[in-house]
């Protein structure tokens, strides 16, 4: 049983914790800063001491003798988006299951705002550093190499070997979507796509769906291929483009949920219906995409084995263990009901 100070909180130091705790001060130090070298029953014992006495671990002292603050840091494209929420989450939670602590900054896929997060990020002393994507300021490695920090690229695959990296090959995933529609039987096909500057993800999924359909003699005209922002308002406005078209396409591949939801949602509210008049598919696999109406036909993305993965990767980076540079994941293609064949097909 733990006993309480009278005055928690105030000058409280790690021999009231041992105390309050029932263990020597090396116990608590040891459970505090490497909590997966003490059994689950004691650092439970010191957590609970660390609460009663309101005691707080000063972890400017403790950089200063380990060299290490015990923080990671992520830049993220935004977290106004479940697929990133997740990952992060995941990534959280599996560094926390160490003892470490993650610090995340959003830039709004701006690699100028990149920068200038990452270079606060290194200012506040992290340990190590988790990006998205392949496309980055060459001064952002060029700073982490000059501070030797340990970093690892996400959500895609370095082919040239340079750089850490967990993901998959988004241009790989993108044309097999476009296989799947022009196996349909679709020859009028559009596209809206993510904002490509600066987002390496959303450029080849672009390029790889353009390329795919010209290999089964589809050729997409420029009108039919639209950029938007990841939101449902302007996946809407996109299909509102599309649809009022002469001839209009009878399907649409969007870059990610997002964009697929809206342009849905829109396609219904002019009264087309889905797949009947056109076909929609995503990109992601959010939760949502298996109860919208009618369900989303997608990629599936492991997003929160990312994150574990991810978590792994850097714990091992960090304590020394031997890691893998280059971890592929798997996706794949979940066909749903907002697909079909083209209308005259279905006629016939």
Same mark, same amino acid.
């Given at each position: 049983?733990?006993?309480?100070?009278?005055?928690?909180?105030?000058?409280?130091?790690?021999?009231?914790?041992?105390?309050?705790?029932?263990?020597?001060?090396?116990?608590?130090?040891?459970?505090?800063?490497?909590?997966?070298?003490?059994?689950?029953?004691?650092?439970?014992?010191?957590?609970?001491?660390?609460?009663?006495?309101?005691?707080?671990?000063?972890?400017?002292?403790?950089?200063?003798?380990?060299?290490?603050?015990?923080?990671?840091?992520?830049?993220?494209?935004?977290?106004?988006?479940?697929?990133?929420? &997740?990952?992060?989450?995941? *990534?959280?939670?599996?560094?926390?299951?160490?003892?470490?602590?993650?610090?995340?900054?959003?830039?709004?896929?701006?690699?100028?705002?990149?920068?200038?997060?990452?270079?606060?990020?290194?200012?506040?002393?992290?340990?190590?550093?988790?990006?998205?994507?392949?496309?980055? /300021?060459?001064?952002?490695?060029?700073?982490?190499?000059?501070?030797?920090?340990?970093?690892?690229?996400?959500?895609?695959?370095?082919?040239?070997?340079?750089?850490?990296?967990?993901?998959?090959?988004?241009?790989?995933?993108?044309? &097999?979507?476009?296989?799947?529609?022009?196996? *349909?039987?679709? &020859?009028?096909?559009?596209?809206?796509?993510?904002?490509?500057?600066?987002?390496?993800?959303?450029?080849?999924?672009?390029?790889?769906?353009?390329?795919?359909?010209?290999?089964?003699?589809?050729?997409?005209?420029?009108?039919?291929?639209?950029?938007?922002?990841?939101?449902?308002?302007?996946?809407?406005?996109?299909?509102?483009? *599309?649809?009022?078209?002469?001839?209009?396409?009878?399907?649409?591949?969007?870059?990610?949920?997002?964009?697929?939801?809206?342009?849905?949602?829109?396609?219904?509210?002019?009264?087309?219906?889905?797949?009947?008049?056109?076909?929609?598919?995503?990109?992601?696999?959010?939760?949502?995409?298996?109860?919208?109406?009618?369900?989303?036909?997608?990629?599936?993305?492991?997003?929160?084995?990312?994150?574990?993965?991810?978590?792994?990767?850097? *714990?091992?980076?960090?304590?020394?263990?031997?890691? /893998?540079?280059? /971890?592929?994941?798997?996706?794949?293609?979940?066909?749903?009901?907002?697909?079909?064949?083209?209308?005259?097909?279905?006629?016939?």
């Amino acid at each position: 049983m733990v006993k309480r100070l009278s005055r928690p909180g105030r000058g409280v130091k790690l021999m009231d914790v041992a105390r309050l705790a029932g263990v020597s001060t090396a116990t608590v130090s040891r459970a505090l800063s490497a909590p997966a070298k003490v059994s689950d029953k004691m650092l439970r014992r010191v957590e609970t001491a660390v609460r009663d006495s309101g005691y707080v671990l000063d972890g400017a002292a403790r950089a200063l003798r380990s060299g290490r603050t015990r923080i990671v840091g992520a830049a993220v494209p935004t977290l106004d988006n479940a697929i990133f929420a &997740r990952v992060t989450h995941a *990534l959280q939670m599996g560094l926390e299951q160490k003892g470490y602590t993650l610090l995340v900054a959003s830039h709004e896929f701006d690699l100028d705002n990149e920068m200038r997060v990452v270079q606060s990020l290194v200012e506040r002393g992290i340990d190590a550093l988790v990006l998205v994507g392949l496309e980055h /300021q060459p001064e952002l490695f060029q700073l982490m190499d000059s501070v030797r920090l340990p970093y690892l690229l996400t959500w895609a695959l370095d082919r040239s070997g340079k750089h850490p990296c967990i993901g998959f090959d988004n241009s790989a995933a993108a044309a &097999r979507v476009a296989d799947y529609v022009a196996d *349909l039987g679709h &020859r009028r096909v559009a596209l809206i796509g993510g904002l490509s500057a600066g987002n390496d993800r959303a450029r080849d999924r672009i390029a790889a769906t353009l390329d795919a359909l010209r290999r089964r003699g589809v050729i997409m005209p420029p009108a039919w291929i639209l950029e938007r922002p990841y939101t449902f308002d302007a996946a809407r406005e996109a299909m509102r483009v *599309l649809l009022a078209m002469h001839p209009r396409p009878t399907a649409v591949i969007c870059g990610n949920d997002v964009l697929a939801i809206g342009a849905l949602a829109e396609a219904r509210a002019l009264g087309f219906d889905v797949p009947g008049d056109v076909s929609v598919s995503g990109f992601d696999d959010l939760e949502i995409a298996s109860l919208v109406e009618p369900p989303l036909t997608t990629v599936q993305v492991p997003s929160r084995e990312i994150g574990q993965m991810a978590a792994a990767w850097l *714990l091992g980076r960090l304590l020394g263990t031997a890691v /893998q540079r280059i /971890q592929k994941v798997p996706v794949e293609l979940v066909v749903r009901r907002s697909t079909a064949p083209p209308p005259s097909m279905q006629r016939e």
